[in-house]
């Protein structure tokens, strides 16, 4: 080992052995640019290639090492070739299957040899089996000895091998003996069960686990060095989120009173009305646009809910004390449907509502921004082209974000800076109907104050969620034609395994033409992403106005489709999607006075998870039980979306697993924020670097 330098930890990676310009830039794609970077590359698992296991006892799903003498070695003939060994122990017997393999291979594979082998046991058409597995032939009959330690498996990127990790790692251990790493938790604030744990000490833990660990624990992810390593770095992603609340709210924003006549004449025009959980959330953000701090609220609400109403309701607060409103959707069709919502609602008030997105032609956009920008716009409703730089804002109060989980922070923050009137910032509402879990919500948006619209408006009929395997697809093709005959329209909603845009576009295109030929007597409409947003919007309104019975499409139609005669919708392959996202779809039936019934189609057979999370579905119309089981099954990235940059990937921490360390997180943060601001900062960079965006201002 070199001379340590006065911070070789600090050092960039290149002061390691190996590791060169090429190296470099492969480990900057997982974070890696200094040396202790190396030492937060934290493994994903742990293999256990301490114990060799009995093959008689071995289960599928299980990673083990075993030991054998090949009974048999073949080279079968089928779709594929592949070269196929037996071997037995005196307890049981194994497959090994190799799809790639060389003569030489062939020939080192033979009877009598005895072979140690590491690998994933599956079940296989006769019998269990490994396929691929590592393997080292074993000469003489002594006893070979096991590995003493568990062995990490790390997150990697293509061309870095796990063995370059593990040595690259392992000389960043050997620095962190010469140089220990700064202590920046302060004792007032460490959890007793972890507290004994120095960072350091834990780091070496976690990558070198010694011989006489809890190896379960380890695996489970349950050990106190790993959970105070996890708390550690929930606490600082916790405080770089109070970092953004603490920026934003340096600056004034407008003391907003609601205007009660404009907000009456509203309400007395609706249909409908309010349910008390929209009168308690309308009351809070009244409350937060009357201070003159910037209000930075998230409004979430099941499919149904009414959060558009609410909506509504703080652009005419904002309206009528002297500002302008905005609000921005994910998609066009979504926008679109707003706008025309916002137009029917405000216009009868004497408001102003103006469209952008990226469809309008050269001199629609000019006469919108002129009149945007003279103030003659008072309600703006549109797509990301709100970002633009040519979009300028007369006096912008108010800041709307539908689907906020489509956007980054960075996004909706640059949106908010469209606002800066002299040193004063715009308010900001964010909504989501993606229910999302207490914990994870106390996470990923610790940046901002939380309301719920947990009530359904009265009348409201619950879809009827039926499973069917796809060997029945006539039956459902004829359930289908009958609701047409009914005058009862029908979403018919494709999914693919791969996330190929083109492929799945393909597969919508094929089902249509094979439903059109199924029922001629019906009209059909085709929806998909790689279709113009002209030709979406023709398509969605033809649908809306009931010129087609039958409208097949991709996820695109996820948000923003308001048809209340739809009572019937068919989805394909339903186990190919998370929980949230079909719940999401289911809610686009159910819309009006009509049952309306979901048919989650799947392709036997199905796993046991995949049986547990659809069954889930037809048991629940609750978003927010929904959400906690997709929590529980796929975990947070799934459940936000991978635009929520927010929230960046935990390293060790786990939000379903450390749930009751985030329990704590928030009064710690706080107060570390308080009493050690300058350690909080220094935290914060240790575990994410640069990769916050903190909406410095």
């Known amino acids: 080992m070199p001379q340590v330098a006065d911070n070789v930890l600090a050092q960039p990676v290149t002061v390691l052995k190996g590791v060169g310009d090429k190296q470099a830039e492969k480990l900057a794609k997982i974070g890696i640019e200094t040396v202790q970077d190396c030492l937060f590359h934290l493994p994903l698992r742990y293999q256990d290639r301490t114990r060799l296991m009995p093959l008689g006892s071995l289960r599928p799903h299980q990673e083990k090492l075993v030991e054998g003498v090949i009974q048999l070695s073949q080279v079968k003939f089928g779709r594929r070739r592949s070269l196929l060994c037996q071997i037995a122990d005196g307890t049981g017997s194994l497959w090994l299957r190799f799809f790639h393999f060389s003569k030489a291979q062939q020939q080192q594979l033979a009877r009598g040899m005895r072979i140690r082998c590491f690998g994933e046991i599956r079940n296989g058409p006769s019998a269990l089996e490994m396929v691929h597995p590592e393997y080292r032939l074993l000469t003489g009959t002594e006893p070979v000895p096991v590995d003493s330690e568990l062995t990490p498996v790390y997150p990697t990127t293509e061309g870095m091998h796990q ?79 109070r970092k953004i609340r603490i920026n934003t709210q340096r600056h004034p924003a407008p003391a907003i009173r609601a205007d009660n006549r404009a907000q009456k004449a509203l309400l007395n025009s609706l249909p409908f009305p309010l349910t008390a959980a929209q009168q308690r959330v309308i009351g809070e953000i009244l409350q937060d646009l009357a201070q003159d701090i910037p209000m930075q609220r998230l409004v979430q609400g099941d499919v149904g809910s009414g959060k558009t109403v609410v909506a509504a309701i703080a652009a005419v607060a904002a309206v009528t004390a002297g500002y302008q409103a905005v609000m921005m959707a994910p998609t066009e069709l979504l926008a679109e449907q707003h706008y025309q919502t916002f137009l029917q609602w405000l216009e009868p008030l004497g408001m102003t509502v103006g469209w952008c997105a990226g469809k309008q032609t050269a001199s629609q956009r000019k006469q919108m921004l002129t009149a945007l920008e003279q103030g003659d716009i008072s309600v703006a409703v549109g797509t990301h082209a709100l970002f633009q730089d040519q979009v300028v804002f007369n006096k912008l109060g108010l800041v709307i974000i539908d689907e906020q989980h489509r956007f980054g922070v960075h996004q909706r923050l640059a949106l908010r800076d469209k606002g800066r009137q002299q040193n004063s910032m715009p308010h900001q509402l964010v909504m989501t109907a993606t229910p999302i879990p207490r914990t994870l919500a106390m996470t990923a948006y610790a940046d901002l104050n939380v309301s719920v619209i947990d009530e359904l408006p009265p009348g409201r009929i619950p879809v009827t969620t039926v499973l069917i395997s796809d060997s029945r697809r006539q039956e459902v093709i004829d359930r289908v034609h009958a609701a047409c005959q009914q005058k009862r329209q029908v979403y018919w909603v494709c999914t693919l395994i791969e996330e190929s845009e083109h492929l799945q576009c393909q597969a919508a295109e094929d089902s249509a033409q094979q439903l059109q030929q199924a029922l001629p007597d019906c009209r059909i409409g085709l929806v998909h992403g790689r279709m113009k947003p002209r030709e979406k919007e023709l398509v969605m309104q033809q649908f809306k106005a009931g010129e087609i019975d039958l409208l097949v499409a991709t996820t695109v139609i996820e948000v923003g489709v308001d048809v209340p005669n739809a009572s019937l919708m068919i989805i394909e392959n339903a186990e190919r999607l998370g929980l949230a996202q079909l719940h999401q779809l289911r809610g686009r039936v159910g819309r009006g006075s009509t049952q309306s019934h979901c048919v989650l189609m799947y392709h036997p057979p199905l796993s046991e998870n995949g049986q547990a999370r659809l069954k889930c579905l037809r048991e629940s119309n609750d978003g927010f039980v929904i959400a906690q089981r997709d929590l529980e099954i796929r975990g947070p990235g799934e459940l936000l979306g991978t635009r929520q940059t927010g929230l960046p990937q935990f390293r060790v921490a786990d939000l379903f697993d450390d749930q009751d360390l985030l329990m704590a997180i928030g009064s710690s943060a706080d107060a570390f924020l308080r009493d050690y601001p300058d350690q909080a900062e220094q935290m914060i960079k240790r575990w994410f670097g640069n990769k916050i965006d903190f909406g410095q201002v």
């Open 163 to 241: 063995l370059s990790l593990r040595k690259l790692i392992g000389q960043a251990l050997a620095y962190l003996e010469q140089q220990q790493m700064p202590e920046l938790l302060p004792d007032a604030l460490r959890l007793h069960d972890v507290a004994h744990y120095k960072l350091s000490e834990a780091l070496k833990y976690v990558h070198l686990p010694p011989p006489d660990v809890d190896v379960q624990q380890l695996i489970d992810r349950r050990h106190p060095a790993q959970r105070r390593l996890a708390y550690e770095e929930l606490l600082a992603q916790q405080l770089s989120m």
